[in-house]
Protein backbone atom coordinates (compact mmCIF):
# COMPACT_ATOMS: atom_id res chain seq x y z
CA UNK A 1 0.00 0.00 0.00
CA UNK A 2 1.29 3.33 -0.88
CA UNK A 3 1.81 5.94 1.57
CA UNK A 4 1.21 9.30 0.69
CA UNK A 5 2.34 10.95 3.19
CA UNK A 6 6.03 9.38 2.72
CA UNK A 7 8.57 12.07 1.42
CA UNK A 8 10.49 9.53 -1.22
CA UNK A 9 13.33 11.90 -1.99
CA UNK A 10 13.75 10.74 1.92
CA UNK A 11 15.06 6.65 0.92
CA UNK A 12 18.07 5.64 -0.15
CA UNK A 13 19.27 4.65 -3.06
CA UNK A 14 20.86 1.71 -3.80
CA UNK A 15 24.34 2.14 -4.73
CA UNK A 16 27.59 0.19 -6.11
CA UNK A 17 28.84 -0.05 -2.73
CA UNK A 18 25.37 -1.37 -1.60
CA UNK A 19 25.55 -4.29 -3.79
CA UNK A 20 29.14 -4.58 -3.18
CA UNK A 21 28.48 -5.29 0.69
CA UNK A 22 25.66 -7.23 0.10
CA UNK A 23 27.36 -10.06 -1.69
CA UNK A 24 30.70 -9.37 0.05
CA UNK A 25 31.56 -13.14 1.37
CA UNK A 26 30.73 -14.47 -1.91
CA UNK A 27 32.82 -12.10 -3.85
CA UNK A 28 35.75 -12.87 -1.67
CA UNK A 29 35.00 -16.61 -2.05
CA UNK A 30 35.04 -16.07 -5.95
CA UNK A 31 38.53 -13.97 -6.00
CA UNK A 32 40.28 -16.49 -4.23
CA UNK A 33 39.38 -18.68 -6.19
CA UNK A 34 40.68 -17.10 -9.58
CA UNK A 35 43.86 -18.82 -11.15
CA UNK A 36 46.22 -16.46 -13.05
CA UNK A 37 48.08 -18.25 -15.61
CA UNK A 38 51.63 -18.98 -14.08
CA UNK A 39 53.10 -17.26 -17.77
CA UNK A 40 51.69 -13.66 -17.34
CA UNK A 41 53.53 -11.53 -14.68
CA UNK A 42 50.58 -9.69 -12.40
CA UNK A 43 51.10 -6.60 -10.26
CA UNK A 44 48.79 -5.96 -7.32
CA UNK A 45 49.07 -2.23 -6.66
CA UNK A 46 46.55 -1.77 -3.17
CA UNK A 47 45.92 1.25 -1.15
CA UNK A 48 47.27 1.23 2.60
CA UNK A 49 44.11 2.61 3.36
CA UNK A 50 40.29 1.14 2.74
CA UNK A 51 37.42 3.29 1.47
CA UNK A 52 36.22 5.93 4.07
CA UNK A 53 33.15 4.12 6.18
CA UNK A 54 34.07 0.66 5.24
CA UNK A 55 33.81 -1.25 8.41
CA UNK A 56 36.77 -2.49 10.38
CA UNK A 57 35.76 -5.94 9.74
CA UNK A 58 35.13 -5.93 6.03
CA UNK A 59 38.66 -3.78 5.62
CA UNK A 60 40.57 -6.35 7.43
CA UNK A 61 39.21 -8.69 5.06
CA UNK A 62 39.55 -6.54 2.13
CA UNK A 63 43.60 -6.08 3.28
CA UNK A 64 44.08 -9.68 3.89
CA UNK A 65 42.13 -11.09 0.07
CA UNK A 66 45.04 -8.53 -1.19
CA UNK A 67 48.08 -9.89 0.58
CA UNK A 68 46.87 -13.73 -0.10
CA UNK A 69 47.14 -12.74 -3.83
CA UNK A 70 50.59 -13.47 -4.17
CA UNK A 71 50.76 -16.71 -1.84
CA UNK A 72 53.07 -19.21 -3.35
CA UNK A 73 52.82 -17.32 -6.62
CA UNK A 74 56.12 -17.03 -8.17
CA UNK A 75 54.46 -14.40 -11.00
CA UNK A 76 52.39 -12.26 -8.56
CA UNK A 77 53.70 -9.02 -6.80
CA UNK A 78 52.35 -7.41 -4.24
CA UNK A 79 52.57 -3.66 -3.62
CA UNK A 80 51.11 -1.29 -0.77
CA UNK A 81 50.94 1.81 -1.48
CA UNK A 82 51.18 3.79 1.79
CA UNK A 83 49.37 6.71 2.92
CA UNK A 84 47.21 5.76 -0.19
CA UNK A 85 43.53 5.91 0.03
CA UNK A 86 41.13 3.77 -2.70
CA UNK A 87 42.27 5.94 -5.51
CA UNK A 88 46.04 4.77 -5.46
CA UNK A 89 46.66 7.11 -9.28
CA UNK A 90 45.54 9.77 -7.88
CA UNK A 91 46.86 9.69 -4.14
CA UNK A 92 50.18 8.16 -5.43
CA UNK A 93 50.91 8.37 -9.56
CA UNK A 94 54.56 8.41 -9.27
CA UNK A 95 53.80 4.27 -7.93
CA UNK A 96 51.57 3.71 -10.76
CA UNK A 97 54.17 5.27 -13.28
CA UNK A 98 56.93 3.46 -12.13
CA UNK A 99 55.43 0.59 -11.92
CA UNK A 100 54.16 0.98 -15.41
CA UNK A 101 57.56 1.72 -16.52
CA UNK A 102 59.40 -1.00 -14.90
CA UNK A 103 56.93 -3.70 -16.21
CA UNK A 104 57.58 -2.12 -19.86
CA UNK A 105 60.72 -2.62 -19.42
CA UNK A 106 60.92 -5.94 -18.75
CA UNK A 107 59.57 -6.68 -22.32
CA UNK A 108 62.46 -5.12 -23.85
CA UNK A 109 66.24 -6.55 -24.22
CA UNK A 110 69.59 -5.15 -22.59
CA UNK A 111 69.88 -2.19 -24.66
CA UNK A 112 66.73 -0.61 -24.79
CA UNK A 113 66.58 -1.25 -20.84
CA UNK A 114 69.73 0.98 -20.71
CA UNK A 115 68.12 3.82 -22.90
CA UNK A 116 64.92 3.18 -20.80
CA UNK A 117 65.93 3.35 -16.98
CA UNK A 118 67.73 6.28 -16.38
CA UNK A 119 64.71 8.29 -17.74
CA UNK A 120 62.50 6.51 -15.08
CA UNK A 121 65.20 7.09 -12.57
CA UNK A 122 64.77 11.06 -12.99
CA UNK A 123 60.98 10.73 -12.90
CA UNK A 124 61.40 8.85 -9.82
CA UNK A 125 63.68 11.39 -8.29
CA UNK A 126 61.41 14.50 -9.16
CA UNK A 127 58.63 12.82 -8.00
CA UNK A 128 60.12 11.60 -4.64
CA UNK A 129 61.43 15.37 -3.82
CA UNK A 130 58.05 16.53 -4.57
CA UNK A 131 56.08 14.55 -2.29
CA UNK A 132 58.94 14.00 -0.20
CA UNK A 133 56.48 15.23 2.96
CA UNK A 134 54.05 13.05 2.20
CA UNK A 135 56.41 9.82 2.25
CA UNK A 136 55.07 8.17 -0.52
CA UNK A 137 57.50 7.91 -3.16
CA UNK A 138 60.12 6.20 -0.53
CA UNK A 139 58.66 2.88 -1.92
CA UNK A 140 58.77 3.82 -5.43
CA UNK A 141 62.66 4.56 -5.15
CA UNK A 142 63.25 0.97 -3.58
CA UNK A 143 61.61 -0.69 -6.38
CA UNK A 144 63.45 1.18 -9.00
CA UNK A 145 66.63 0.41 -6.74
CA UNK A 146 65.89 -3.19 -6.52
CA UNK A 147 65.38 -2.90 -10.50
CA UNK A 148 68.72 -1.67 -11.66
CA UNK A 149 70.24 -4.09 -9.00
CA UNK A 150 68.26 -6.80 -10.41
CA UNK A 151 69.88 -5.89 -14.37
CA UNK A 152 73.17 -5.59 -12.62
CA UNK A 153 73.43 -2.22 -12.74
CA UNK A 154 75.06 -1.59 -9.56
CA UNK A 155 76.12 2.23 -9.93
CA UNK A 156 72.31 3.24 -10.85
CA UNK A 157 71.12 1.51 -7.80
CA UNK A 158 73.60 2.85 -5.58
CA UNK A 159 72.35 6.28 -6.90
CA UNK A 160 68.90 5.17 -6.08
CA UNK A 161 69.04 4.20 -2.80
CA UNK A 162 71.44 6.59 -1.57
CA UNK A 163 69.07 8.85 -2.62
CA UNK A 164 66.40 7.15 -0.62
CA UNK A 165 68.42 7.51 2.80
CA UNK A 166 68.38 11.52 1.86
CA UNK A 167 65.06 11.97 1.33
CA UNK A 168 63.78 9.50 4.18
CA UNK A 169 66.40 9.71 6.38
CA UNK A 170 64.46 7.93 9.29
CA UNK A 171 63.06 4.64 7.54
CA UNK A 172 64.93 1.62 8.40
CA UNK A 173 64.18 -0.03 5.60
CA UNK A 174 65.75 2.82 2.96
CA UNK A 175 69.08 2.00 5.11
CA UNK A 176 68.73 -1.58 5.08
CA UNK A 177 68.50 -2.02 0.67
CA UNK A 178 71.40 0.74 0.96
CA UNK A 179 73.40 -1.89 2.87
CA UNK A 180 72.14 -4.91 0.54
CA UNK A 181 73.58 -2.80 -2.41
CA UNK A 182 77.23 -1.51 -1.19
CA UNK A 183 77.29 -5.34 -0.36
CA UNK A 184 77.02 -6.62 -3.59
CA UNK A 185 79.30 -3.69 -4.79
CA UNK A 186 82.31 -5.57 -2.26
CA UNK A 187 81.53 -1.81 -0.37
CA UNK A 188 81.21 -4.17 3.35
CA UNK A 189 82.08 -1.71 5.51
CA UNK A 190 80.10 0.90 4.15
CA UNK A 191 77.74 -2.01 4.26
CA UNK A 192 78.27 -2.48 7.66
CA UNK A 193 77.32 0.99 8.49
CA UNK A 194 74.32 0.77 6.77
CA UNK A 195 72.63 -2.14 8.33
CA UNK A 196 73.91 -0.58 11.63
CA UNK A 197 72.11 2.34 11.10
CA UNK A 198 69.03 0.18 10.17
CA UNK A 199 68.91 -1.37 13.00
CA UNK A 200 69.26 1.67 15.20
CA UNK A 201 65.81 2.92 13.65
CA UNK A 202 64.04 -0.23 14.10
CA UNK A 203 66.06 -2.93 16.32
CA UNK A 204 63.19 -5.29 14.86
CA UNK A 205 64.98 -5.50 11.70
CA UNK A 206 65.78 -9.16 12.00
CA UNK A 207 67.27 -8.90 8.22
CA UNK A 208 69.75 -6.42 9.06
CA UNK A 209 70.74 -8.43 12.38
CA UNK A 210 70.98 -11.67 10.23
CA UNK A 211 73.78 -9.39 7.66
CA UNK A 212 75.13 -7.94 10.37
CA UNK A 213 76.14 -11.33 12.11
CA UNK A 214 77.11 -13.06 9.17
CA UNK A 215 79.40 -9.83 7.91
CA UNK A 216 80.77 -9.60 11.16
CA UNK A 217 81.90 -13.19 11.23
CA UNK A 218 84.21 -13.19 7.94
Not at 17 to 35: K, Q, S, V
Not at 98 to 105: D, L, M
Not at 180 to 199: P, V
Amino acid sequence: MRDNNVDISTIPKPSGDYFLNANYNETMRYARNIHFPESIPLLNIFPENSLPGLPEVLSTRWRKLHEELDDNKDNVTNIIAKGSGHAVFQDNPSLIINAVIKAYSETLDKEQQVELLPKALDNAMELSIETKTSNRSEQDLNALGYSFLGNEELDKALEVFKLNTILFPDSSNAYDSYGEALLKSNRKAEAIEMYEKSIELNPENENGKKMLIQLKQQ
